[in-house]
């Protein structure tokens, strides 16, 4: 017993900054709290306590991202990269996440209440959900929310793959259960869950897997060990190629890249609206900036190993992607074959491997982001009496009632397009530039056609709004509360000034772009 | 530069004018209309005085504006403007006002906005100057996929009754084309990146002239631009959208469509395809001027079977755009200078006939060549615009579009003698059409249901008087025009590195064909 | 310590010991024939039960191969905790959810086996490719001080953080079970003397049959025989009938048309609910739930109904 | 004889867990198939811990362990509510959304 004890006392504590930790700590403490708001504030109460924690607490974290900028050193043991691209994605997965939190706190659209089901287990139909009053809301989404939120700004910054790993369970677990909590259309909703839930257990097992040999070909899961194990080897590289193989199934599931973009679409479509805005930009996000840092850090060296898988992944999401989004009917499925297409042309990005193709992925994650969530906020404000009015046919002539609203979406429509003077433009031009600056031209010329079939079916949703005849009993666009209205205009504002004035997000992306080692 | 940023301003005023106009509260859309007048009014008069400031023996371009927009791609805010851009500048300042009045009554069918219509045509306009005056070409790519927003929104909104079917084909083709250019604009970013060592690359238009590429990357961004321009040109065989979005575009939309927005094809041809690509250009000469020649017979025969009056004036554009891209890919001063000619004249002369068919649809509300006939008898103002009109869209002498047209064959023929005998046959038929359609629907029968069409209003005569004005004065004196086009044609000749073949025939022997 | 025990049967060196490869012999098979009982057994407690079989052997590969605290971890966790999970709930949901007959997808089966194949050749091969001929290092030198301290140094210096990152995923796990399954009470909690007043009230004062009683089984899906020797349907639970009918087991009730026609409906106050792990909470919901097309038109209901139901 | 063999399992366990997952319909054993690759992975883990000759192999393991028994909680969790809602955990059945 003893000798336990000594042996014990040789365990010099870990030094872990908190400081440089901060903004993850505070989102995770948030979260934590938002768990204790459930436990003791009373009812009537929760909703604006949760809210209020959680804005707080994203502001906080922003704030203290934007005091760490220009940081470049590695925390907690070696575990957490605070780098340029790191702090660059957590500034952008939490500014994208304030939006998301800004849609889920809106109440004021449906005679319904919230996007949120009031109690997620009364069964639908029942007695019980029946005898909820009107403005419940079940609101353990929020903390929920904070713990993705923060899963989605440790993923980027992980520098070594366990913890990779478990930062992608944080963000996973809790939007697989956000899935489920819509309050309309409640089975599709589970249903999008359990399609979530388990080809994400799935994916994440060969991710796993994939870590598991690349720990049997490099000894460590640190990103930096497995580069300098690829460096000069002489052993086969059997483990290394199929270990990566394995772990970027895992990566590419979360980004929806085909072939592992299947669960896409039913996700999109089944899950609230404002958790799959969240999902749509914040995962997306944190997804490539984990791809990134694997790919950059960790496989740097054996790029040769990995490019041609990715051009091939990369050709196949963005004429997939594009190719099926012209058939949808529904706009959320419409949009998330959209966001395959894209997560196709930031693989353009990411396949460049130079320090363009960094700061060019950087750029359109967030002019991406932030149009995607607006253009997620319009879709819940377009309503009819079963909720929002998602098949496509429902949305004609929607520029004649409210041209307003079907500008706005017009505009999100074209900023995904890639028409210029929007930020779509700007961030599609940066990352096809690296391409052909790095050798992948013939990828930028299946960018630029697929781009030209994506711009047929946001044309036809535009045409659609605007040159049909809105039928009789068509969908009414709610007045939003200043929840929404500010999600909305935080799109359109940075989506504009993306599109006119990139230079100064384009210069901070570039100098983010140096990884840590 | 310290002076007074004439471009900038002058593209501004038409956005100023149409934040205005939106601005307008709903009663008094009668005012917003006079606003809209007014701003395009203003801007025809900046214009004028452009044009007067303009040096033709100066330097290449004038007016210059540079401001740094992002430094990351190393583009520049920068415009300037030389014969030819300005040119085309001073038909648009000059189009849109007449197009503005003569779409005075156009948008009140109660269904659509009255404000949204007039104040996207004065968007369109700043489009319209700033795709001409962009000496950067980011910048010419941006204003050239911006224009097309505008555009699609007047033709899928107050159109015909297939305007939203012609709106898409329309946005489509034309956004493939800019797509495609865009991968163009990048390689020639990269590779014009890769040769200014240590800057961090250019769009500048003088400083990407001087790059030299390897021919097979020439001859790739070459397409990519070429193919962008012939689609909106429209060339032979990418012009299957014109006659749909010309046909279903409400007319004053018809005649900025034809008469601006195409020219901005062929104007990049020669401005951009030619200087940056100069080898590739004479690699594909004989390419473009095949489709050329196939595009002005194809025109001219579509024009020739065309029961729809508005669709007729399209394929005769398709077979004038032909002569244009001819006139541009011949590789003389002088085919290069009737081209651009060509294209101001063009306008006009287009733009005419538009209007007039125009009018004439608004009589009887309906685009059948069928319908009408005899309408001399009864509104004799009107059918005397239309002659003259159609002869200037013939190419008869004196009237303007002889001028562009004779060049452009002269200019041909001393190094492509075949194409130009084959493309003088196309004037032939360029008559024979004009007239028919002119014999069917003025000349003859009264057409019943005609009896009481009311000839020229007063506002049409405003409209039209200016148009025919300028035709006529082009076509008798056209040598101010062709003093500021020629030395800028030349500019553009010396960047392709190609000089004029010294003539072997006297030119008298080829002029009287 | 059983590491002693443990650590004599794998005298890890560059090759396995005869023990181990004895124990890998008889571990391997189990495993490999567990694992294909899993993805084939017909019945969903059988695939569970196998891979709790699967778990076991891997807990004592885990010990063969020096890995003593991760053996007990998955047999207490893995195997104990997480099987039993697994288990319940498939006992709460309902054993007989056995794979249907109905293949969705053609060949989808045949596809799936044949890319397990091939993964599989792929995956050995490759290993295969890497390791012929590296030698293992062995665990003493790490395991000097004892396999448990030897982890501890490890998850508290170089793995702290992601140490302190599960807590998060429990704290969700935790909180995802509760939001998904508990439900809080809304209404004033009934006193006895309200559920007397119901019950009295409610047209049935007295119990309700026994199931079983004068009938020849004395199962829970055998009704009643009342006086006359019809069943009484009533003495059956509707949430058993439902089950069995649902499983397309022929009804007990069903035998006895006339008399199901003339009972009343079954008693079944809603202020009876407790917590949703009761069956009665959801086998007394209506099973009129056909699946239907998201596009239905929604069903004039209270605002947080779901439009499909 | 070399540890490699266990290896050799592990990849074959893994793709049974895999094949399993593509081919089963039903929701709960789709999800223990999905357990059996995490456990083939654990077993990789703990044979490279010892071809490597340190512990961080069976730290991953163990991490896993923990991560696989919160997903365990909340996979669960979703799946009993969407059988309540279907009464059924068919995956067949769960066709409103279609591809």
Not at chain 1, 24 to 49: C, K, S
Not at chain 1, 56 to 80: D, K, M, N, Y
Not at chain 1, 164 to 179: D, I
Request: hydrophobic share 55%; proline share 5%; net charge neutral.
């Amino acid at each position: 017993m003893s000798a336990i004890v000594a042996a014990a006392g040789d365990i010099t504590a870990p030094s872990i900054e908190y400081g440089a930790l901060a903004p993850m700590l505070i989102v995770f403490g948030a979260a934590l709290l938002g768990v204790l708001v459930e436990a003791f504030v009373p009812v009537a109460h929760r909703f604006a306590a949760q809210v209020g924690l959680a804005i707080t607490a994203i502001v906080a974290a922003f704030v203290g991202v934007v005091v760490l900028a220009g940081s470049h050193s590695v925390l907690a043991e070696g575990a957490v990269a605070n780098d340029g691209p790191a702090l660059f994605i957590e500034g952008t997965v939490l500014a994208l996440g304030l939006a998301s939190i800004l849609l889920l706190a809106e109440r004021s659209l449906d005679a319904g209440g919230s996007a949120l089901v009031a109690q997620a287990a009364a069964l639908p139909g029942s007695a019980a959900e029946r005898a909820q009053p009107s403005d419940a809301v079940q609101t353990e989404a929020f903390p929920l929310a904070l713990f993705a939120l923060g899963g989605m700004m440790l993923f980027p910054a992980a520098n070594d793959l366990l913890t990779m790993f478990v930062a992608l369970e944080v963000l996973s677990l809790p939007l697989y259960l956000l899935c489920g909590l819509a309050r309309r259309r409640r089975l599709l909703s589970q249903e999008a869950a359990v399609k979530y839930f388990l080809l994400g257990a799935f994916s994440s097992a060969f991710f796993l897997y994939g870590l598991a040999l690349l720990y049997g070909y490099a000894g460590t899961v640190r990103l930096s060990g497995i580069a300098d194990a690829t460096r000069g080897s002489t052993k086969s590289d059997g483990l290394l190629v199929i270990g990566l193989a394995l772990l970027a199934v895992g990566l590419l599931f979360k980004l929806s890249a085909v072939p592992f973009h299947s669960w896409t679409p039913d996700v999109y479509q089944g899950a609230p609206t404002p958790v799959t805005a969240f999902m749509a930009a914040g995962t997306k996000v944190a997804a490539f900036g984990a791809l990134l840092r694997v790919l950059y850090v960790g496989f740097a060296d054996v790029r040769w190993d990995w490019r041609p898988m990715m051009w091939i992944i990369a050709i196949a999401t963005m004429v997939v992607g594009a190719v099926l989004a012209v058939t949808q009917t529904d706009i959320k499925r419409m949009l998330a074959y959209s966001s395959v297409a894209h997560a196709g042309f930031l693989l353009t990005g990411v396949i460049a491997a130079n320090k363009e193709g960094l700061s060019g992925t950087l750029f359109y994650l967030l002019a991406y982001g932030f149009t995607t969530i607006g253009a997620f906020a319009i879709v819940t404000l377009v309503r009819d009496a079963g909720g929002e009015a998602t098949h496509l046919s429902r949305w004609q002539g929607l520029g004649r009632r409210s041209p307003l609203v079907a500008g706005a979406f017009a505009f999100f429509l074209l900023a995904l397009a890639g028409i210029p003077l929007t930020s779509g433009f700007a961030g599609k031009f940066a990352v096809f530039a690296a391409a052909i600056k790095g050798g992948a031209t013939p990828l930028v010329v299946v960018g630029v056609l697929t781009s030209a079939i994506a711009a047929f079916f946001y044309v036809k949703v535009i045409v659609l709004m605007f040159f049909s005849e809105p039928a009789a009993d068509g969908p009414t666009v709610a007045i939003p509360s200043p929840f929404t209205a500010a999600a909305v205009a935080l799109g359109l504002a940075v989506t504009v000034v993306l599109g006119v004035m990139p230079q100064p997000l384009l210069d901070l992306a570039q100098q983010a772009a140096p990884f840590v080692r | 530069m310290t002076s007074f940023p004439w471009l900038t301003t002058i593209g501004l005023v038409p956005t100023l004018g149409a934040v205005a106009v939106l601005a307008a509260p709903k009663t008094r859309e009668q005012a917003a209309k006079s606003v809209a007048l007014g701003t395009s009014l203003l801007t025809l008069v900046l214009t004028i005085v452009a044009c007067v400031r303009y040096d033709a023996g100066g330097s290449r371009f004038q007016l210059v504006e540079s401001h740094s927009w992002i430094p990351a791609f190393g583009v520049r805010y920068a415009l300037g403007v030389d014969g030819i851009a300005l040119s085309l500048i001073a038909l648009s300042a000059v189009l849109v006002p007449i197009v503005i009045l003569a779409s005075w009554w156009d948008a009140e069918d109660g269904e659509r906005s009255v404000r949204t219509f007039f104040a996207l045509i004065l968007v369109l306009e700043t489009m319209m100057i700033g795709v001409f005056a962009a000496t950067d070409v980011f910048l010419f790519y941006v204003f050239f996929e911006a224009m097309l927003i505008p555009m699609y929104f007047l033709i899928g909104s107050y159109g015909g009754a297939q305007r939203s079917y012609a709106a898409v084909k329309f946005l489509l083709y034309s956004l493939f084309g800019g797509l495609l250019m865009l991968a163009a604009v990048i390689g020639l970013y990269v590779v014009g990146n890769q040769q200014l060592a240590g800057s961090i690359g250019s769009f500048d238009f003088q400083t990407l002239v001087n790059i030299h590429i390897t021919p097979g990357v020439e001859k790739a961004l070459f397409l990519g631009f070429f193919i962008a321009f012939a689609i909106k040109a429209p060339l032979w065989p990418f012009h299957t959208w014109l006659p749909d979005a010309a046909a279903e575009a409400p007319t004053g939309a018809a005649v900025l469509l034809v008469g601006v927005l195409d020219k901005v094809g062929t104007f990049g041809m020669l401005r951009y395809c030619l200087p940056l690509f100069p080898d590739a250009s004479h690699y594909f000469a004989p390419v473009v001027i095949t489709l050329a020649i196939i595009g002005i017979f194809y025109g001219a025969l579509l024009a020739m079977g065309q029961p729809d009056l508005k669709r007729l004036v399209a394929y005769t554009s398709v077979a004038h755009f032909g002569f244009i891209a001819l006139g541009v890919f011949a590789f003389t001063s002088q085919a290069q200078a009737g081209a651009t000619l060509y294209m101001v004249n063009h306008g006009f002369s287009t733009g005419a006939l538009f209007l007039l068919v125009g009018f004439l649809i608004h009589r009887r509300h309906s685009r059948l060549v069928g319908d009408y006939g005899g309408v001399q008898q009864v509104a004799p103002w009107l059918a005397g615009a239309f002659m003259v009109a159609g002869l200037s869209s013939l190419a008869l002498p004196g009237l303007n579009s002889f001028v562009s047209e004779f060049l452009v064959l002269v200019g041909t023929f001393t190094r492509y003698r075949t194409a130009a005998v084959i493309a003088t046959v196309g004037i032939v038929l360029a008559a024979l059409y004009i007239l028919l359609v002119i014999q069917r629907t003025m000349h003859g029968p009264l057409r019943a249901g005609l009896e009481h069409t009311p000839d020229l209003s007063l506002r049409e005569a405003w409209v039209i008087a200016p148009v025919l004005a300028i035709i006529v004065a082009l076509g008798v004196y056209p040598k101010p025009l062709l003093d500021v086009i020629t030395p800028s044609v030349k500019a553009t000749m010396h960047d392709t590195g190609t000089t004029d073949p010294a003539p072997k025939l006297p030119v008298a022997q080829e002029g009287d064909k | 310590m059983t590491s002693l025990t443990l650590n004599s049967l794998a005298l890890a060196a560059s090759h396995m010991s005869t023990a181990e490869t004895v124990g890998f012999w008889i571990l391997a098979p189990i495993a490999l024939l567990g694992a294909l009982g899993v993805i084939f057994a017909r019945s969903a407690v059988h695939a569970g039960l196998l891979l709790g079989l699967v778990m076991l052997s891997l807990g004592v590969v885990y010990g063969v191969q020096d890995a003593q605290f991760l053996m007990f971890v998955q047999l207490i966790v893995y195997a104990g905790a997480v099987m039993s999970l697994f288990l319940f709930v498939l006992m709460l949901v309902g054993i007989d959810s056995s794979d249907s007959l109905v293949e969705t997808l053609r060949a989808q089966r045949p596809l799936a086996l044949l890319l397990g194949l091939g993964f599989a050749v792929l995956l050995v091969a490759g290993i295969a490719d890497a390791t012929t001929g590296t030698t293992s290092a062995g665990l003493e030198e790490a395991n000097a001080d004892g396999n448990v301290l030897g982890l501890a140094k490890l998850l508290f210096t170089r793995y702290v953080f992601a140490f302190e990152l599960t807590s998060a995923l429990l704290i969700t796990a935790a909180l995802g079970a509760m939001v998904l399954t508990h439900r809080e009470k809304i209404g004033p909690k009934l006193t006895q003397k309200m559920m007397m007043q119901e019950r009295v009230r409610g047209g049935r004062p007295s119990p309700l049959p026994g199931p079983g009683v004068f009938a020849r089984s004395n199962a829970v899906g055998t009704p009643a025989l009342l006086p006359d020797g019809t069943a009484a349907s009533e003495s059956v639970s509707p949430s058993v009938a439902q089950t069995l009918a649902g499983r397309g087991v022929e009804s007990v009730v069903g035998r006895h048309p006339a008399t199901i026609d003339a009972q009343p409906a079954p008693v079944e106050p809603e202020s009876f609910e407790a917590e949703s792990f009761q069956p009665e909470t959801f086998e007394a919901e209506p099973f009129e739930w056909a699946p239907s097309s998201p596009e239905s038109p929604p069903e004039p209901e209270p605002a947080t109904t779901e439009e499909d139901a | 004889m070399s540890p490699d063999w266990w290896l050799y399992l592990s990849a074959a366990l893994f793709s049974v867990g895999a094949a399993g997952v593509l081919l089963r319909r039903n929701a709960i054993v789709v999800f223990m198939c999905v357990e059996l690759m995490l456990n083939a992975v654990n077993l990789t883990l703990v044979t490279f811990s010892r071809i490597n000759g340190d512990l961080d192999g069976q730290i991953i393991a163990f991490f896993v362990m923990v991560v696989a028994a919160a997903e365990v909680v909340v996979g669960l969790a979703i799946i009993v509510t969407i059988f309540r809602t279907r009464r059924t955990a068919s995956l067949d059945e769960a066709n409103l959304l279609k591809y």
